[in-house]
């Protein structure tokens, strides 16, 4: 069966660090791989989106940046971080090939930046 | 317009009522449904997903689809305390669009 990990778990930084939250997957290959950030009270933000190692689709300009430098390994990082990036992040993954079937999410981390 | 609305609740229901979540998209070309739960400070967790017009049943929850009124819906039968969460809705047409979620309590 596939599972996903993510770490850390939790995150405190302060502003102007920066980021590096890494997410794997096994049990598949050539998954689509995805990062979410869901801030406090608000619906899931798709950031990135990859379907192949270094192929990166960004969703949302902003100071994130991610790379896929495995298979089933999707990075999200940024040189410095703002006190906007506070969220909870999710990695998720689904089958490779059409982008309709459905995604399964990793535990996340909660990144508070102070 | 947002791609994917739902009401935010919170919606209360009691033990062993059914409980209905609703979710409209203004997507036309929207191919796939789903719902996920997501309890509090955790993850969000597939419960259903659906394709085709009409209903799918698994076990306690049975999703609508009706893609001519642009609208997917979960009904949850014998709704147990353990069902208190929130609810999110997914369509994926030109993009994967999740909704803000539902709340939902049940109340023993």
């Known amino acids: 069966s596939q599972t996903i990990h993510q770490w850390p778990a939790t995150l405190v930084q302060p502003v102007g660090s920066p980021l590096s939250l890494e997410c794997t997957v096994e049990g598949t290959s050539n998954p689509n791989l995805y990062w979410y950030r869901q801030a406090a009270g608000r619906g899931l933000q798709l950031l990135f989106y990859s379907v192949g190692i270094g192929q990166i689709s960004s969703e949302v300009p902003q100071n994130l940046s991610a790379s896929r430098p495995q298979d089933r390994q999707f990075i999200l990082s940024s040189k410095k971080l703002l006190l906007s990036d506070s969220g909870f992040y999710l990695c998720?993954?689904?089958?490779?090939?059409?982008?309709?079937?459905?995604?399964?999410f990793g535990p996340g981390t909660r990144l508070t930046v102070l | 317009q947002k791609e994917v609305e739902q009401n935010s609740g919170p919606l209360s229901v009691p033990e062993g009522a059914i409980a209905s979540l609703n979710c409209t998209y203004s997507d036309r070309g929207s191919q796939s449904f789903f719902w996920y739960r997501q309890y509090s400070g955790k993850s969000p967790e597939l419960i259903m997903f659906i394709y085709s017009n009409g209903d799918k049943e698994d076990g306690r929850f049975t999703a609508q689809l009706n893609k001519a009124s642009q609208y997917v819906s979960l009904l949850i039968r014998d709704s147990q305390p353990s069902d208190s969460a929130t609810y999110l809705c997914?369509?994926?047409?030109?993009?994967?669009?999740f909704g803000t979620g539902t709340s939902l309590t049940v109340i023993p």
């Open positions: 997914a369509v994926i047409g030109n993009q994967f669009y």
């Open positions: 998720a993954w689904s089958g490779a090939g059409t982008f309709y079937n459905e995604q399964f």
